[in-house]
């Protein structure tokens, strides 16, 4: 419904204006399906209207401006500041008393701060905070920003000049790619990011819930687990395997979703994570494993074709023909209308680990490519991670491909 197209690709003010109302009504009387079109519907009006004067400001100096504000404000603890009292106004001179900033500085700050409405203003100009404030405020949610302004930003900054270096091919060495480009290292992404506790400790946070708000896979209207992985399992065998799970987050929530599940899971990842997993089910058994090494249980964006289709066939030894269902919580990149979301993950990929996100023809040619055919996607949410099963080649296909 967010179309606002007239006549040969042109922007139609009154059809994107008719497009908000209704949206607008609909997601006010409780259809919060229509969210997402009405958030778009309101972005193409921005776009239409906005003078690309204003427009090159705002993503050139202004949003990039707002991001190193963040990140200065989370180090000093503003938001936070914002918080007490009951989130009453303050001015800056007492939050900069609080935050042991300089008045002058804290005032710059909080003035974009509160123009990129990240925090709220008063017309007597006092300071106060929003629903995005108090978000930000959380660890997982700040965590983001301090990952994304040192973690992945060198790596978007450094982007085009890297492309300039290879001649503008699409980037597919991990080695030698634009991570270690941006963070002038010889290590790949991850052995970087250990060497480094505070961005890991703030990505874990941020991974820990960057699906909240969105489906949970193993919800029954998502993926069908009863038909098409709990029916007909073994009972005494394993039913399920997260490899690369981290702190064992998904196979509680599958837990939680299915208690009376029948089967042992197992939570795999590389030895130092799975260790500081906390407060595990005890029906969940930790494995320390490197998935590039042979699956040891009889049962990818981050990584490129190559290094992908290795963890893949350390996986298919391990799986029975008829049987084993492999799932990947992945992006699939529709070839029209992708989403921001999608897109930008895409090129965050390219830079952090010179990988992708892939369309459903990239990722039946990868699979195949590990004797895997895909028997269906499954997906709630058009820009959220699809659930891509797959089965050794010969298994039956769902109607849902």
């Not at 400001?57 to 050139?60: G, N, Q, S």
């Not at 195949?368 to 058009?382: P, Q, V, W, Y």
């Given at each position: 419904?967010?179309?606002t ?5 042109t922007f ?19 259809e919060t ?16 209207i906005e003078?690309?004067?204003e427009?090159i400001?705002?993503?050139?100096i ?29 001015d ?9 900033a ?5 005032n ?5 701060l ?5 925090i709220g ?14 978000a930000?405020?959380?660890p ?7 990952w ?7 790596t978007?900054h450094q ?79 394993v ?14 929530q599958?837990?939680d ?41 009889k049962?990818?964006?981050?990584w ?5 289709r ?6 298919t ?28 993950t ?21 699979l ?15 820009d ?6 797959a ?11």
């Open positions: 419904m967010a179309t197209l007239s006549g040969p690709y139609d003010l009154g059809r994107t204006l008719q497009d908000i109302s209704t949206l607008g009504a609909q997601f006010q009387s409780g399906s229509s969210r997402d079109d009405l958030i778009e519907a309101a972005r193409s009006l921005v776009t239409g003078p690309p004067r427009a400001l705002r993503m050139a202004s949003e990039p401006a707002r991001n190193t504000a963040l990140r200065v404000a989370v180090d000093i603890g503003l938001l936070d500041h914002l918080l007490e009292g009951g989130g009453s106004p303050r800056s001179t007492e939050l900069a008393t609080l935050c042991r300089d008045p002058v500085l804290l710059r700050l909080l003035k974009h509160a123009a990129m409405q990240v203003e008063t017309p007597e100009g006092l300071y106060y905070p929003n629903n995005l404030t108090r930000l405020t959380k997982e949610n700040n965590g983001g920003i301090i994304g302004v040192e973690g992945i930003g060198p978007l982007l085009p000049a890297y492309l300039t270096s290879i001649g503008y091919k699409n980037p597919d060495d991990d080695v030698k790619g634009p991570w270690q480009f941006a963070h002038k290292t010889d290590l790949m992404h991850w052995p970087w990011v250990a060497e480094h506790p505070r961005l890991h400790k703030a990505f874990n946070a941020y991974m820990s819930v960057h699906q909240t708000g969105g489906s949970f896979w193993a919800d029954g209207s998502f993926y069908p687990v009863q038909e098409r992985l709990i029916q007909g399992a073994d009972p005494e065998g039913l399920l395997v997260d490899v690369g799970g981290g702190k064992g987050h998904d196979l509680q599958f837990i979703h299915f208690p009376k599940f029948k089967g042992q899971l197992v939570l795999q990842d590389m030895p130092e994570v799975v260790a500081d997993a906390e407060n595990l089910d005890p029906r969940i058994r930790p494995i320390g494993h490197n998935f590039f090494e042979a699956q040891p249980v049962v990818l964006h981050d490129t074709d190559d290094r992908a290795q963890i893949l066939s350390a996986l030894p391990a799986m029975r023909a008829n049987y084993s269902k492999l799932l990947l919580s992945e992006h699939v990149v529709p070839e029209v209308k992708a989403s921001w979301k999608v897109t930008g895409d090129l965050a990929m390219m830079g952090n680990f010179a990988s992708m996100e892939r369309s459903r023809a990239q990722w039946q040619s990868l195949s490519s590990a004797g895997l055919e895909i028997t269906g996607i499954f997906n709630k949410e058009a959220s991670e699809s659930i891509i099963e089965m050794l080649t010969g298994g039956s296909k769902s109607s849902k491909v």
